[in-house]
């Protein structure tokens, strides 16, 4: 695939999940009990710290592990060579598009969140400084140390994401 077509494709693929990441959140967030709402925030900021892992693991992995697997027809080794192979593709969808896309949706839901709890405390201000920050300091420092991880168990999970994959027939 030309690097041309990658980069349309990529601007395409963002453009459609934020859109459906947004709507979905949005329309949970506006719709159902604030509890819910904290509920679908850290689903999202879990969401995108592991699909961060997940692509930092992919550009660290040792592909000749995997041949290894493969030629003992462990199932999931031809997809973890398929994730390998295209590691920085893998990368820029999981870090890049799923994990930026996250961030701003977890932002978008704070926003929610801040308003909710303004309606009943009288210093908006204040408290979307302290949810923005607590969210933020999570949301980065999650990222850290899952990085860390990755790096070190980056094998073990592009084998995970590999088994996943080879379901669906990646």
């Not at 999931?76 to 398929?82: L, N, P, R, T």
């Not at 408290?127 to 999650?142: C, F, K, M, Q, R």
Request: glycine content about 4%; hydrophobic content about 55%; proline content about 0%.
């Amino acid at each position: 695939m030309k690097k041309s077509t990658w980069i349309i494709i990529i601007f395409i693929l963002t453009f459609l999940l934020s859109i459906t990441f947004s709507t979905v959140s949005n329309v949970i967030a506006n719709n159902l009990n604030i509890y819910f709402v904290l509920v679908i925030l850290f689903l999202v900021i879990f969401t995108g710290i592991i699909f961060d892992m997940i692509g930092v693991a992919a550009l660290t992995s040792n592909e000749a592990t995997f041949h290894a697997k493969a030629t003992k027809k462990i199932k999931g080794a031809k997809s973890s060579i398929k994730i390998i192979k295209n590691s920085s593709k893998m990368a820029t969808i999981c870090c890049d598009i799923v994990g930026d896309i996250c961030g701003i949706v977890s932002g978008s839901l704070v926003t929610i969140l801040a308003i909710y709890i303004a309606n009943h405390i009288d210093n908006l201000s204040l408290i979307t400084i302290l949810i923005t920050a607590v969210v933020s300091a999570l949301t980065v420092g999650l990222k850290a140390v899952l990085k860390i991880v990755a790096v070190k168990k980056c094998d073990n999970i592009i084998e995970i994401v590999g088994k996943i994959l080879s379901i669906v027939n990646f």
